[in-house]
């Protein structure tokens, strides 16, 4: 345990020390520690707010990578459970990526916890990518995947910014 507490501050340390290094170097992912349950886990998130794009919530911003804005439209569904949703707008078509939902869901996979005014609230994550239909070209397959698989960012931001605790 007094291992894992060195290692750890080590690791926290480093991660303090290189954002506040003010440099030159033009990487726009770092690495920090999430804690989930008695594991901790390394997550890779944009390094600034500059390289994503607000999505303002009644329970926190979500943050979206810049270079998906014009690709994508979020519609927010302000009834219980409250849901974001994230639509691609591809070849004039709108097509469900993911939805993300705060409180009590039955759909969708939970992420865990965001800590809110020193109450938790559940949040889930809905993944519609099944659904997208068989006619879609190869060029907006390959363009929807990569904007879902940018949900990572998404969690991260969450992570980093908003407390979330990631369940197990």
């Known amino acids: 345990m007094k291992k894992i507490c060195i290692l750890l501050t080590a690791v926290l340390l480093s991660v303090c020390f290189v ?5 030159a170097s033009d990487n726009t992912s770092t690495t920090a ?7 901790e886990s390394e997550i890779s ?5 500059e390289d994503t794009f607000e ?12 270079k998906w804005e014009k690709y994508i439209k979020t519609e927010i569904d302000d009834k219980e459970p409250y849901t974001v949703k994230f ?8 097509i469900p990526l993911f939805d993300v939902v705060f409180g009590e869901s039955s759909i969708g996979s939970k992420l865990g916890k965001l800590e809110i005014d020193n109450e ?16 879609i ?32």
């Open 45 to 49: 998130f944009y390094k600034t707010d």
């Open 55 to 66: 999505i303002k919530t009644e329970y926190c911003s979500l943050y979206y990578p810049k």
């Open 137 to 168: 070209t190869k060029d907006s397959e390959s363009n929807l995947y990569a904007m879902s698989e940018d949900v990572n960012v998404l969690i991260s931001k969450l992570v980093y910014n908003s407390k979330l605790v990631l369940e197990n």
């Open 87 to 94: 639509i691609a707008l591809e070849e004039k078509e709108e």
């Open 19 to 23: 954002g506040c290094d003010s440099g």
């Open 33 to 39: 520690i999430a804690s989930s349950g008695s594991e």
């Open 120 to 135: 938790k609230v559940d949040v889930y994550l809905v993944d519609h990518s099944g659904e997208w239909s068989e006619n």
